[in-house]
């Protein structure tokens, strides 16, 4: 099943070549295992392996989808590649993440070059990618564009700004910033405000939205022009693509005058060369992007101690935890990316370098290379946690909790870290437990409880039970009294003046309405059988569900 057709056929002065692919794509896609007639191999396009599809044209990268590497059928598809004159040929990760040397060996003796996807990179993600790469060919452009070192977005908005005489953004399809020109005179409003958040305006995008803007705008290989109106200066905006693929768009604002009439034409050259940046800065993530891919893998249970170690500095072996955070207030998009960058300045003031993962309202924290002595790792992590949990109130409120994860010996024991981090965050999380930091030993009882009440839930609430018929009471009566009052006066021990505190009401109104509901319920309130179903079942009201 190819994916991309002849690039113009390729050769080692003109055309596509393995070296030229694996520069734009880099190692955060791919990682080469073997090249035994080197990489000036002329590569002609993409191919995703399919058994029942004879031949394979020759000249391409073929991605072995599905095919565990350490299979015999791994051999099979090297030496086929190698007979069909493939370039190289893609391995997933497999279960153990390295290559085995028969299948090595195979390749040396086929010819054939082999590479591995990296864990953090999907294949799907991966055949964009490559295909965005393939028809990076070097279309002439302007000098001072195609001079501009690859992967640096904001050296092409200054130089695109300099040759078109205006102020340039450099945007991805999610109209997100990625670099703009330094210029500074007669900045417009829009602009300023662009700039400043990182991103367009949500109501500005939504207008270009209703307008059919991005439609004409991803639809057409041209410049578009926008003229002036009232504050807004003209504008002109080109699409990025390459391989079919839309990587984003520049744009280009007069500032302090008309842009000269060759602008069009400029922008359309520098958008040839700008393919080429956005395909490098889409493989090339930021050091902290790669960092928090790995470290999510590696606690999923799908990377490596060594990959986490290779883009953190942080050493395999020696004490580690992690941190499970949720702050004050639910996070989403770039709240998230504050919240890990909150996290990480707190952490580097205590010597630390952690990675933090953005999660579901909140984050992980990876702390590692902490004191070699365990009792001391131990306190490290508790002071830590003490000192996150201050800012992070201070910053979103009371509400923030953090979960202290076991100090574990080595990275690849953080997944056993984690998973208790999230047991003492979960109890932290339940009402009145009235701490905000914890290791789970010290939440022991509520992660003991929340496990028997997992294994209580499922079956529907008894109807014969005393809370069942409670339910069914404040169902047909409303307002929900009954099972309120029934559980303050199991909360506070059948102490009458503190349960009528709790409610809100008068002592001799408090004793009405138990009598009333012993009545409608039937329970015996001296019986423990019975004060301990009733509490269970009333637990597992309170998580929103009638499971009992």
């Excluded at 992690?322 to 996070?331: E, K, N, Q």
């Excluded at 999660?359 to 702390?367: D, F, K, P, R, S």
């Excluded at 102490?495 to 004793?511: E, F, K, M």
Aim: proline share 5%; glycine share 12%; hydrophobic share 45%.
């Amino acid at each position: 099943m190819a994916l991309h057709g002849s690039a113009g056929r390729g050769d080692a002065a003109s055309g596509p070549t393995l070296a030229r692919l694996l520069s734009v794509m880099g190692a955060g896609a791919l990682e080469l295992c073997v090249a035994p007639r080197g990489l000036e191999m002329p590569v002609e396009g993409v191919t995703v392996l399919d058994r029942l599809e004879p031949g394979l044209p020759r000249g391409q990268v073929l991605l072995a989808v599905g095919v565990d590497p350490q299979s015999a059928a791994a051999v099979d598809t090297v030496r086929e590649a190698a007979e069909s004159g493939a370039a190289a040929v893609v391995f997933g990760q497999g279960r153990s993440g390295r290559l085995p040397r028969t299948l090595l060996a195979a390749a040396e003796g086929a010819g054939t070059a082999v590479l591995l996807r990296t864990a953090w990179f999907g294949w799907t993600e991966l055949v964009g990618a490559l295909r965005a790469g393939l028809v990076l060919s070097g279309a002439p452009a302007d000098p001072a564009v195609a001079a501009v070192a690859l992967g640096d977005l904001n050296g092409l908005a200054d130089a695109v700004a300099v040759l078109v005489g205006g102020a340039v953004t450099i945007e991805d399809v999610e109209s997100r910033v990625l670099a703009y020109s330094s210029t500074q005179e007669d900045v417009d409003e829009l602009r300023r405000l662009t700039i400043l958040g990182r991103r367009v305006p949500q109501w500005r995008v939504s207008a270009m939205r209703e307008a059919g803007f991005f439609q004409a705008l991803w639809g057409t290989g041209d410049v578009i022009h926008r003229p002036a109106r009232g504050a807004d200066p003209e504008r002109l905006v080109v699409a990025v693509r390459a391989g079919g693929e839309i990587l984003g768009s520049i744009w280009v604002a007069a500032a302090g005058g008309d842009l000269p009439p060759h602008a069009s034409e400029t922008l359309r050259s520098a958008a040839r060369v700008a393919a080429a940046h956005l395909v490098h800065h889409r493989s090339h993530r930021t050091h902290a992007r790669l960092a928090e891919d790995a470290a999510r893998a590696l606690l999923d249970g799908r990377g490596t101690a060594a990959a986490l170690t290779e883009r953190t500095g942080i050493p395999a072996r020696g004490h580690c935890a992690v941190l499970a955070v949720r702050s004050g207030a639910a996070r989403e998009g770039e709240g998230a990316g504050k919240l890990c960058a909150l996290l990480a300045v707190c952490c580097g003031a205590h010597g630390l370098t952690p990675v933090a993962v953005p999660a579901e309202q909140g984050a992980w924290v990876l702390v590692g290379a902490l004191h070699q002595d365990q009792r001391r790792a131990v306190e490290q992590v508790a002071r830590l946690g003490r000192s996150l949990v201050r800012q992070l109130a201070d910053a979103s409120g009371p509400e923030a909790r953090i979960g202290l994860g076991t100090v574990v010996e080595d990275l690849a024991e953080l997944p056993e870290s984690r998973r208790s981090a999230d047991l003492a965050l979960r109890a932290l999380l339940a009402p009145g437990t009235g701490r905000a930091v914890a290791f789970a030993s010290e939440v022991a009882e509520t992660i003991a409880l929340h496990r028997m009440l997992d294994a209580l839930a499922g079956p529907a609430l008894a109807p014969d039970t005393p809370v069942a018929r409670l339910v069914a009471y404040d169902a047909g009566h409303g307002g929900g009294t009954m099972v309120r009052t029934l559980r303050a006066y199991l909360d506070h021990f059948g102490h009458v003046p503190d349960t009528a505190r709790a409610l809100g009401v008068h002592a001799n109104s408090l004793r009405h309405r138990v009598s009333r509901l012993t009545e409608v319920s039937g329970i015996d309130l001296r019986d423990p059988d019975a004060r301990l179903l009733a509490e269970l079942q009333l637990r597992l009201l309170d998580r929103g569900g009638r499971e009992a």
